[in-house]
Protein backbone atom coordinates (compact mmCIF):
# COMPACT_ATOMS: atom_id res chain seq x y z
CA UNK A 1 0.00 0.00 0.00
CA UNK A 2 1.37 3.87 -0.44
CA UNK A 3 1.82 5.76 2.13
CA UNK A 4 0.69 9.17 2.52
CA UNK A 5 2.82 11.21 5.36
CA UNK A 6 1.30 14.48 6.02
CA UNK A 7 3.09 17.54 8.32
CA UNK A 8 2.64 19.14 10.20
CA UNK A 9 -0.07 17.51 12.10
CA UNK A 10 -1.60 20.61 13.60
CA UNK A 11 -1.32 24.51 13.01
CA UNK A 12 -2.15 27.80 14.73
CA UNK A 13 -2.29 30.38 12.56
CA UNK A 14 -3.54 34.24 12.07
CA UNK A 15 -6.35 35.10 10.08
CA UNK A 16 -4.79 36.47 7.11
CA UNK A 17 -2.14 34.26 6.90
CA UNK A 18 -0.33 32.37 4.22
CA UNK A 19 -0.86 28.36 5.14
CA UNK A 20 1.40 25.51 3.58
CA UNK A 21 0.43 22.18 4.20
CA UNK A 22 2.37 19.29 2.33
CA UNK A 23 1.62 15.42 1.79
CA UNK A 24 4.24 12.90 0.73
CA UNK A 25 3.68 9.65 -1.02
CA UNK A 26 5.77 6.52 -0.11
CA UNK A 27 5.88 6.37 -4.15
CA UNK A 28 4.99 8.56 -7.22
CA UNK A 29 2.04 8.84 -7.48
CA UNK A 30 1.88 10.71 -10.83
CA UNK A 31 -0.56 13.47 -9.85
CA UNK A 32 -3.77 11.16 -8.67
CA UNK A 33 -3.33 13.14 -5.33
CA UNK A 34 -6.53 14.93 -3.86
CA UNK A 35 -6.99 17.06 -0.86
CA UNK A 36 -10.35 17.25 1.53
CA UNK A 37 -11.40 19.50 4.44
CA UNK A 38 -13.34 18.18 7.19
CA UNK A 39 -14.69 20.49 9.82
CA UNK A 40 -16.28 18.61 13.34
CA UNK A 41 -19.40 16.36 12.77
CA UNK A 42 -19.41 16.60 9.10
CA UNK A 43 -17.88 14.15 6.52
CA UNK A 44 -15.19 15.36 4.15
CA UNK A 45 -15.34 17.75 1.68
CA UNK A 46 -13.11 17.52 -1.70
CA UNK A 47 -11.71 20.62 -2.76
CA UNK A 48 -8.67 19.86 -5.00
CA UNK A 49 -8.40 16.94 -7.23
CA UNK A 50 -5.89 15.58 -9.99
CA UNK A 51 -3.03 17.58 -7.52
CA UNK A 52 -3.96 20.93 -8.27
CA UNK A 53 -7.43 21.61 -10.20
CA UNK A 54 -10.56 23.04 -7.60
CA UNK A 55 -13.78 21.54 -7.01
CA UNK A 56 -16.61 23.86 -7.99
CA UNK A 57 -17.30 26.15 -5.92
CA UNK A 58 -14.05 25.83 -3.50
CA UNK A 59 -12.40 29.78 -2.82
CA UNK A 60 -9.50 30.61 -5.12
CA UNK A 61 -7.35 31.08 -1.99
CA UNK A 62 -7.06 27.25 -1.94
CA UNK A 63 -4.18 26.28 -4.01
CA UNK A 64 -2.58 22.66 -4.93
CA UNK A 65 0.53 21.76 -6.56
CA UNK A 66 2.97 19.49 -6.74
CA UNK A 67 4.10 15.83 -8.96
CA UNK A 68 5.82 12.45 -7.87
CA UNK A 69 5.95 11.99 -4.20
CA UNK A 70 5.62 15.57 -3.32
CA UNK A 71 2.27 17.90 -2.91
CA UNK A 72 1.56 21.02 -1.12
CA UNK A 73 -1.81 22.61 -0.41
CA UNK A 74 -1.77 26.56 0.28
CA UNK A 75 -4.66 28.37 1.61
CA UNK A 76 -3.01 32.24 0.23
CA UNK A 77 -4.84 34.01 2.90
CA UNK A 78 -6.52 32.35 5.95
CA UNK A 79 -10.29 33.00 6.71
CA UNK A 80 -11.92 32.08 9.83
CA UNK A 81 -14.28 29.59 8.11
CA UNK A 82 -11.03 27.17 6.95
CA UNK A 83 -10.86 25.99 10.59
CA UNK A 84 -10.87 22.09 10.22
CA UNK A 85 -8.93 19.14 9.69
CA UNK A 86 -7.34 18.91 6.11
CA UNK A 87 -6.40 15.38 4.61
CA UNK A 88 -4.60 14.24 1.39
CA UNK A 89 -5.54 11.39 -0.50
CA UNK A 90 -3.79 8.88 -3.23
CA UNK A 91 -5.65 7.75 -5.48
CA UNK A 92 -3.26 6.27 -7.90
CA UNK A 93 -3.35 2.93 -6.83
CA UNK A 94 -5.57 0.58 -5.06
CA UNK A 95 -6.02 0.31 -1.81
CA UNK A 96 -6.82 4.57 -2.04
CA UNK A 97 -4.67 5.53 1.19
CA UNK A 98 -5.34 9.03 3.05
CA UNK A 99 -2.51 11.24 5.15
CA UNK A 100 -3.24 11.42 8.71
CA UNK A 101 -4.65 14.41 9.18
CA UNK A 102 -3.48 18.29 9.48
CA UNK A 103 -5.79 19.96 12.24
CA UNK A 104 -5.69 23.81 11.29
CA UNK A 105 -6.56 25.97 13.94
CA UNK A 106 -6.87 29.59 14.50
CA UNK A 107 -4.80 31.42 17.05
CA UNK B 1 -28.78 17.45 -7.13
CA UNK B 2 -26.43 13.66 -6.24
CA UNK B 3 -26.98 12.81 -2.53
CA UNK B 4 -25.64 10.08 -0.34
CA UNK B 5 -27.93 9.39 2.47
CA UNK B 6 -27.36 6.86 4.65
CA UNK B 7 -29.26 4.75 7.60
CA UNK B 8 -29.14 5.96 11.36
CA UNK B 9 -26.90 5.54 14.20
CA UNK B 10 -26.56 1.71 15.42
CA UNK B 11 -25.67 0.16 18.89
CA UNK B 12 -24.04 -3.26 18.99
CA UNK B 13 -22.94 -5.78 21.02
CA UNK B 14 -19.25 -7.23 20.58
CA UNK B 15 -19.58 -10.29 18.39
CA UNK B 16 -22.29 -9.29 16.29
CA UNK B 17 -23.20 -7.55 13.33
CA UNK B 18 -24.15 -4.25 11.80
CA UNK B 19 -25.11 -3.05 8.15
CA UNK B 20 -25.53 0.30 6.99
CA UNK B 21 -27.04 1.41 4.21
CA UNK B 22 -26.71 4.34 1.36
CA UNK B 23 -29.20 5.57 -1.07
CA UNK B 24 -27.78 7.57 -3.97
CA UNK B 25 -30.06 10.05 -5.82
CA UNK B 26 -29.69 12.96 -8.55
CA UNK B 27 -27.13 11.17 -10.81
CA UNK B 28 -26.74 7.50 -12.76
CA UNK B 29 -26.53 5.38 -10.31
CA UNK B 30 -24.17 2.73 -12.34
CA UNK B 31 -22.18 4.76 -13.45
CA UNK B 32 -19.96 5.49 -10.71
CA UNK B 33 -18.22 2.97 -7.31
CA UNK B 34 -19.11 3.50 -4.13
CA UNK B 35 -16.66 3.69 -1.39
CA UNK B 36 -16.84 2.67 2.42
CA UNK B 37 -14.65 4.71 4.93
CA UNK B 38 -14.74 4.75 8.28
CA UNK B 39 -13.23 7.11 10.97
CA UNK B 40 -12.83 5.88 14.46
CA UNK B 41 -13.79 8.62 17.33
CA UNK B 42 -11.00 11.69 17.01
CA UNK B 43 -9.01 9.27 14.62
CA UNK B 44 -8.08 9.47 10.71
CA UNK B 45 -9.86 8.48 8.19
CA UNK B 46 -9.46 4.47 7.13
CA UNK B 47 -10.74 2.91 3.51
CA UNK B 48 -12.53 0.04 3.66
CA UNK B 49 -13.28 -0.85 0.19
CA UNK B 50 -15.44 -0.43 -2.88
CA UNK B 51 -18.86 -1.61 -4.74
CA UNK B 52 -19.36 -1.41 -8.33
CA UNK B 53 -23.17 -0.32 -8.52
CA UNK B 54 -23.25 -1.41 -11.86
CA UNK B 55 -22.02 -5.05 -11.79
CA UNK B 56 -21.49 -5.48 -7.72
CA UNK B 57 -17.95 -6.69 -8.10
CA UNK B 58 -16.18 -5.33 -4.96
CA UNK B 59 -12.77 -4.92 -3.41
CA UNK B 60 -12.26 -4.60 0.05
CA UNK B 61 -9.08 -3.51 2.10
CA UNK B 62 -6.74 -6.41 3.92
CA UNK B 63 -7.74 -5.24 7.44
CA UNK B 64 -11.65 -6.28 6.55
CA UNK B 65 -11.26 -8.80 3.96
CA UNK B 66 -12.99 -11.52 5.79
CA UNK B 67 -15.13 -9.07 8.12
CA UNK B 68 -17.15 -7.14 5.64
CA UNK B 69 -19.83 -7.65 2.75
CA UNK B 70 -20.70 -4.75 0.07
CA UNK B 71 -23.82 -5.11 -1.96
CA UNK B 72 -26.37 -3.19 -3.85
CA UNK B 73 -29.90 -3.28 -4.90
CA UNK B 74 -29.70 -1.18 -7.71
CA UNK B 75 -33.74 -1.42 -7.70
CA UNK B 76 -33.53 1.43 -5.01
CA UNK B 77 -30.85 3.07 -5.77
CA UNK B 78 -28.62 1.84 -2.96
CA UNK B 79 -25.97 0.22 -1.29
CA UNK B 80 -25.06 -1.91 1.70
CA UNK B 81 -22.20 -2.38 4.05
CA UNK B 82 -22.43 -5.40 6.23
CA UNK B 83 -19.60 -5.87 9.01
CA UNK B 84 -19.47 -8.93 10.93
CA UNK B 85 -17.49 -10.30 14.35
CA UNK B 86 -17.61 -6.40 15.70
CA UNK B 87 -15.02 -5.36 18.55
CA UNK B 88 -15.08 -2.34 20.38
CA UNK B 89 -12.24 -0.67 18.20
CA UNK B 90 -14.77 -0.92 15.21
CA UNK B 91 -16.97 1.89 17.29
CA UNK B 92 -16.89 4.60 14.47
CA UNK B 93 -18.45 7.03 11.77
CA UNK B 94 -18.74 5.09 8.44
CA UNK B 95 -19.16 7.15 5.52
CA UNK B 96 -20.21 6.54 1.84
CA UNK B 97 -18.80 8.23 -0.74
CA UNK B 98 -19.16 8.05 -4.52
CA UNK B 99 -15.83 8.34 -6.60
CA UNK B 100 -15.73 10.48 -10.13
CA UNK B 101 -15.27 8.39 -12.69
CA UNK B 102 -11.84 10.09 -13.99
CA UNK B 103 -9.01 10.61 -11.40
CA UNK B 104 -11.26 8.64 -8.61
CA UNK B 105 -11.66 11.59 -5.96
CA UNK B 106 -14.18 11.08 -3.26
CA UNK B 107 -16.85 14.20 -5.12
CA UNK B 108 -19.83 13.13 -2.48
CA UNK B 109 -20.37 11.82 0.92
CA UNK B 110 -23.23 10.66 2.87
CA UNK B 111 -23.72 12.00 6.25
CA UNK B 112 -22.19 9.13 8.32
CA UNK B 113 -22.96 6.53 10.11
CA UNK B 114 -22.62 6.07 13.81
CA UNK B 115 -21.50 2.58 14.72
CA UNK B 116 -21.03 1.62 18.60
CA UNK B 117 -19.71 -1.60 19.99
CA UNK B 118 -20.18 -1.89 23.23
CA UNK B 119 -20.83 -4.67 25.78
Known amino acids: DIQMTQSPSSLSTSVGDRVTITCRASQSISGYLNWYQQTPGKPPKLLIY???SFRSGVPSRFSGSGSGTDFTLTISSLQPEDVGTYYC?????????FGQGTKLQIK | QVQLVQSGAEVRKPGASVKVSCKASGYTFTSYYIHWVRQAPGQGLEWMGK????????SHAQNFQDRVTMTRDTSTRTVFMELYSLRSDDTAVYFC????????????WGQGTMVTVSS
Open chain 1, 50 to 52: GTS
Open chain 2, 51 to 58: ISPSGGST
Open chain 1, 89 to 97: QQTYSSPPT
Open chain 2, 97 to 108: ARADSGLGAFDF
